[in-house]
């Protein structure tokens, strides 16, 4: 996989990784010539036998431990709330969407400024950096997920590679898996890149013109029923080309994989024209999170000086959600700086600009931010009267529960942390943070047999299996394990060694 913020192979946009997918998946395949090379892929013939919902969502789910584990996946509660709130109002709204496959679609962020998106098999939808930050409103940012949720929905990535025995697909995984591992390692990569597999990426580079005119028209009729404005696809995509006119290095990283067409625009716009205008107010939060991810697309000394000269920059434009963007944004910076008082101040200054005539919504962003400077600040039986009351307004917000968490354990209530821990592993078995924050719970309480199997479901969803049976073979040396641990850990164990034995199986060791 990429190497998000950097160069070279370790700075190859995730659209390597789709590519790699479709080119690997192919029975077989023709070193093209460099003409060829341009040539997209078809959508697959209708003999084709296509990839079951079931087998593709595994798939998906095999990528996604993989993306999890690289250290520019943005494992951001707040942001994660943004885009997942932001992407249930497309499919609240366009239910037909989910096909039937029925998909609990996952939508995330990773480190990088070049602008794209991707959707990986199953319902798994990623967004640059770059591409949130350069969306001038929400209706442009909803064009992009819309365009993606319709890839899933006619099931582009299914079709393609429908023609691989379904038997087989498991195994292509751990192929997939494996390129991305040698990230780390680019010579490896290079030469691996030298064999046939680098022409057959490029040759396989992205969804074919049919698919994409498709993905088009489904995000258009996404978009309509969700409220927000269908010009905004056509300007998104009018603004790419002119960047890439404009530019005299390659064309920005979603026409690579997306490509646009004057002839693509020109469809969107003849199916808008007779259409009512419809102004789509964008969300304070819109605001926020895109200073939110301003700061963390480059977490350095240097990038928080550029932030900072873009914050200050964004003071000029004069409206509400722009200064409080910019200062949230510079609050922020001040906590990264370790200047608690400033960070403080612009928390004081953001209070009453939500306040003044006419006050402005109540954000879960800046409740956050409260109630981590609470914590910050030393002063955990603020934060906990703040989370509780977030609590009640935000209920779903993962982010605000992460902090009530951490309000209780700041206040010694482990216990009640605990439990309240487990209701959440409960209802969230797919929640890799729970477990490591339980798992750390039951560590500040000396449980170290709670603690060890914790933390091997941790790895369970990590795709380390390894580490998985080290943390059993912990738990049951701990000097705490009861007897019912021990017939627990028995029984886990047995499992993880089938399904490592099975894996091992499948890699031909």
């Known amino acids: 996989m990429k190497r998000f913020s950097s160069s070279g192979w370790q700075g190859s946009s995730l659209r390597l990784l789709i590519a790699a997918l479709f080119a690997l998946a192919s029975p077989s395949w023709i070193a093209p010539t460099p003409a060829q090379a341009q040539n997209l892929p078809n959508l697959g013939g209708a003999d084709g036998e296509e990839l079951s919902p079931l087998m593709e969502r595994k798939l998906g789910e095999q990528i996604m431990q993989s993306i999890k584990r690289d250290r520019d996946f943005i494992n951001d509660p707040l942001v994660s709330d943004y885009l997942n709130n932001f992407g249930a109002v497309l499919l609240a709204a366009n239910p037909q969407a989910r096909a039937d496959t029925g998909y609990d679609f996952l939508f995330f962020a990773v480190r990088d400024p070049s602008l794209n998106a991707f959707a990986l098999p199953g319902g798994f939808i990623g967004m640059h950096s770059g591409l949130v930050l350069s969306a001038q409103s929400e209706s442009e940012l909803a064009s992009v997920l819309s365009h993606e949720i319709g890839h899933v929905s006619q099931r582009h990535i299914a079709r393609m590679i429908g023609n691989q025995k379904q038997d087989s697909l498991l195994p292509l ?138 914050f200050n920059q964004l003071f000029k434009q004069e409206t509400r959600p722009a200064m409080l963007a910019a200062r949230y944004g510079l609050a ?153 641990d021990q017939a627990m850990i028995d029984a886990r164990e047995r499992e993880l060694q089938v399904t490592w034995k099975e894996m091992l199986k499948q890699k031909g060791k």
């Not at 933390?455 to 009861?482: F, H, I, K, M, W």
């Open 173 to 310: 995984a751990g192929i997939l898996i494996g390129l991305l591992a040698a990230r780390s390692s680019p010579d490896l990569a290079a030469a691996s890149m030298m064999g046939g597999t680098g022409l057959a990426v490029q040759r396989q580079l992205g969804f074919s013109r049919d698919a994409e005119r498709e993905a088009d028209r489904v995000g258009l009729q996404i978009l309509r029923t969700a409220g927000f404005e269908a010009s905004g696809m056509v300007n998104f995509f009018g603004r790419l080309q002119a960047a890439s006119r404009n530019s005299n290095d390659s064309a920005p990283a979603y026409l690579r994989t997306h490509p646009v067409t004057t002839e693509r625009i020109a469809d969107i716009e003849a199916r808008i024209r007779n259409e009512t205008y419809r102004q789509h107010v964008d969300s304070l939060d819109f605001s926020l999170i895109k200073a939110r991810m301003r700061v963390l697309q480059n977490d350095t000394p240097q990038g928080w000086r550029d932030s900072a000269v873009f």
């Open 332 to 484: 922020l910076l001040a906590i990264k700086q370790r200047d608690v008082n400033r960070a403080t101040e612009l928390l004081k200054e953001m209070n009453e600009d939500v306040l003044r005539k006419p006050a402005l919504p109540a954000t879960s962003i800046l409740t956050a931010f409260k109630i981590e400077l609470a914590l910050i600040n030393n002063q955990p039986a603020e934060a906990l009267k703040l989370a509780q009351q977030a609590r009640t307004q935000y209920p779903v917000s993962r982010a605000i529960t992460m902090l009530y968490v951490d309000s209780l354990m700041a206040t010694g209530k482990r216990d009640e942390a605990i439990l309240f821990l487990r209701d959440l592993v409960q209802m969230n078995k797919q929640d890799q943070i729970l477990y490591q924050v339980l798992a750390k719970a039951y560590a500040d309480q000396g449980k170290l047999a709670l603690q060890h199997m914790t933390l091997t479901e941790y790895y369970v969803l990590a795709g380390s299996l390894p580490a998985a049976l080290e943390q059993l073979r912990l738990a049951r040396a701990a000097n705490d394990a009861t007897f019912y």
